[in-house]
């Protein structure tokens, strides 16, 4: 069975708006298009976040090692 490319897969959770500044800012530069979730909900005051992370990075399955790659490079 043929896999699709065009699969979002999770890359990673980050937990604060810095970690998420440094991987939006390696992503774009390498030209790899990506999805963020943000589980920020002002309705409880993110009182979640702590137990899910701030959001979540999803990219393309077909750029997912290429993306871990860059992750590895950077500081989080």
Do not use: C, P, Q
Not at 8 to 20: D, F
Not at 34 to 49: M, Q
Not at 53 to 67: C, M, N, Q, R, T
Request: aromatic share 16%.
């Amino acid at each position: 069975m043929k896999e699709k490319e065009d699969e979002l897969v999770e890359l990673i959770t980050y937990h604060n708006y810095i970690e998420y500044g440094k991987i939006e800012t390696a992503l774009k530069r390498s030209k790899i298009k990506f999805l963020n979730r943000s589980f920020e909900d002002s309705a409880y005051n993110g009182i979640y976040t702590f137990a899910y992370g701030l959001g979540k990075i999803y990219v393309f399955k077909k750029d997912f090692e290429k993306a871990k790659n860059i992750l590895k490079e950077i500081d989080l």
